[in-house]
Antibody
Framework: EVQLVESGGGLMQPGGSLRLSCTASGFTVSSNYMSWVRQAPGKGLEWVSVFYAGGSTYYADSVKGRFTISRDNSKNTLYLQMNSLRADDTALYYC?????????????????WGQGTMVTVSS | DVVMTQSPLSLPVTLGQPASISCRSSQSLVYSDGNTYLNWFQQRPGQSPRRLIYKVSNRDSGVPDRFSGSGSGTDFTLKISRVEAEDVGVYYCMQATHWPWTFGQGTKVEIK
């Protein structure tokens, strides 16, 4: 069964750091483009970051310079290192498959989602 | 960035009646390969988003055939032929043609 399971969320003070994890089963993270999408309480979906199959990484302007996406192929796991956290980073963070294959098959855009992990930034 | 604009933002519907959600993009969503990468997602209360439709009109596996997508260029529509109680939730359109991929604001479907 294809599945994504996130972990690592919690309550952090402004300025703090947190690392989210996303472990995949049923498919190989390194063969796909993988992404983080977040949803602030009561709000819509916002793309945060993507890790290309080839290794390139990209970020939304709102997190650039503060967040770092990475992956561990041996653990089939995607990560999101979140530094300098702010109150507006408070959200449910979802791990998703951005698209599949080495050349990004757009027909598979966001077809797989995890259950999400909650990050709350508050003093 | 491509702006995706949905309407209405709130849609009260009667069980068994049809429902329709509009999505407009600020640029044409036709990609260089000739395909149009417009997707629709359903998010039931307390659940993760689930993709319903990809490339405008293709239903994902397990999606009931009461859901249908249509449109072209910059104007797209998601239709539910007969709304059921399990269809309550928020629906998002999303484009995967232009980087960065972007979502609409969401349309909340509720039962009257």
């Amino acid at each position: 069964e294809v599945q994504l399971v996130e972990s690592g969320g919690g309550l952090m003070q402004p300025g703090g750091s947190l690392r989210l994890s996303c472990t995949a089963s049923g498919f190989t993270v390194s063969s796909n483009y993988m992404s983080w999408v977040r949803q602030a309480p009561g709000k819509g979906l916002e793309w945060v970051s993507v890790f290309y199959a080839g290794g390139s990484t990209y970020y939304a302007d709102s997190v650039k310079g503060r967040f770092t996406i990475s992956r561990d192929n041996s653990k089939n796991t995607l990560y999101l290192q979140m530094n300098s956290l702010r109150a507006d980073d408070t959200a449910l963070y979802y791990c998703t498959r951005y698209c599949s294959g080495p050349s990004c098959h757009r027909s598979d855009a966001f077809d797989i989602w995890g259950q999400g992990t909650m990050v709350t930034v508050s003093s | 960035d491509v702006v995706m604009t949905q309407s209405p933002l709130s849609l009260p519907v009667t069980l068994g009646q049809p429902a329709s959600i509009s999505c407009r993009s600020s640029q044409s969503l036709v990609y260089s390969d000739g395909n149009t990468y417009l997707n629709w997602f359903q998010q039931r209360p307390g659940q993760s988003p689930r993709r319903l439709i990809y490339k405008v009109s293709n239903r994902d596996s397990g999606v009931p055939d009461r859901f249908s997508g249509s449109g072209s260029g910059t104007d797209f529509t998601l239709k539910i032929s007969r709304v059921e109680a399990e269809d309550v939730g928020v629906y998002y359109c999303m484009q995967a043609t232009h980087w960065p991929w972007t979502f609409g604001q969401g349309t909340k479907v509720e039962i009257k």
